[in-house]
């Protein structure tokens, strides 16, 4: 089984769908000969052509809008996004049209459309390519939310994602394209060569959208993240000492509920990590569903631990990035509470 990072993943899935499927099609700027800002499409429009694999002017709106026609019909186009952070122009074709064509046409026409952007801090991107838009994404009904945090999830849940019959937001965590970084950046990031998720299928696989990751079993404290925050989170339990559960979400939208319950049940207490802003952050829906369905169970108030709510600050990054020691401390004040 090769190693992979999560770009070569990412690029491994789009190869087999668009081989697989002669409905595939991937566009976005850049996204043919040049393969991509960061590559991931790299090699995809030599081997399939440009009816297949091609560039879009710089217009996200157009991107997703002409996406949106193609499911129509019948097609499963796989858009990129350079940067989360230029999704809003096509806010309203995703929220407006793809998430509603189901719903308004009454099953008679689908957006099976997945929309694969970068997203997240730690690259000294500052305020313009950072930005962690997902809570936007999940309030939206008709819309799915997926996000990986190894190269495994990644080819998995992006096929399972160009399969599905409605529009999935695809955010790819670029801090953790190449390696898994825990959040020390004072250290050296260990590539993804060197650890266990790396080993990736060359062939076919998918991981079910909506499915948790118990990726660090715990008794004293839950941990829910995803993303870059994911690997965060179990650094924080070593440097903590606190025997903490770590659940990777994978997705959002749809939400594993039951994965979440049973744990927060066992261990009696919830912290929520994520890099995005607090306020109307995706942690509050899940602080709240830890309430309404473990309320008997809690020993300590939920904690989250975000982003602060201000816009991505380029010289203060650190001091943003919802770090190790600020999730250590969140994890030793639930323990003690």
């Known amino acids: ?35 991509g800002v960061f590559r991931c499409t790299e090699g995809l429009q030599q081997k399939y052509g440009k009816r297949r694999v091609f560039d879009s002017p710089i217009a996200e709106a157009g991107i997703v809008a002409t996406a949106v026609g193609m499911g129509a019909y019948g097609l499963r186009p796989v858009v990129e996004i350079q940067f989360a952070d230029y999704i809003y122009p096509a806010t ?54 997926v996000i990986p945090s ?20 695809f955010f790819e965590p670029k801090r953790i394209y190449n390696g898994p970084f825990d959040g020390h950046h004072e250290r050296p990031v260990t590539p993804w060569a060197k650890h266990p998720a790396s080993d990736v299928p060359d062939g076919y696989y998918t991981i079910p959208l909506g499915q948790a990751n118990v990726v660090r ?18 650094a924080a339990a070593e440097d903590s000492g606190v025997d903490a559960e770590v659940i990777d979400l ?15 049940k066992k261990t009696g207490r919830c912290v ?3 890099e995005a802003t607090r306020i109307g952050g995706f942690g509050g ?21 975000t982003g602060w709510d201000t816009p991505y600050p380029h010289a ?17 004040q639930a323990v003690e509470a």
């Open 217 to 234: 079993p715990g008794d004293a404290v839950t941990v829910l993240a995803y993303g870059t925050m994911v690997h965060v989170a179990l």
């Open 285 to 305: 829906e899940l602080s709240a569903v830890v309430q309404e369905h473990c309320f008997y169970h809690l020993e300590a108030p939920v904690q989250r631990v």
């Open 150 to 169: 190894t190269p495994y999830d990644a080819k998995g849940l992006l096929i399972a994602a160009i399969e599905d019959d409605d529009p999935v937001m």
């Open 92 to 145: 309203d074709q995703l929220i407006s049209e793809a998430a509603r064509l189901r719903y308004r046409s009454a099953g008679d026409f689908t957006a099976p459309l997945t929309v694969r952007a970068p997203y997240g801090g730690g690259i000294f991107g500052g305020q313009t390519h950072s930005q962690s838009p997902e809570a936007i994404f999940t309030h939206v009904a008709g819309l799915k939310t």
């Open 1 to 35: 089984m090769p190693a992979m990072n999560m770009i070569q993943a990412l690029r491994s899935a789009m190869d087999i769908m668009l081989e697989r499927d002669p409905d595939v099609l991937v566009f976005g700027e850049d996204v043919g000969f040049f393969g």
């Open 316 to 332: 203060f990054e650190w001091e943003y990035f919802p770090g190790p020691k600020r999730v250590a401390e969140a994890l030793r």
């Open 272 to 274: 929520v990590v994520h």
């Open 250 to 264: 994978r997705t959002l939208n749809p939400l594993d509920l039951d994965t979440i319950v049973d744990s927060v």
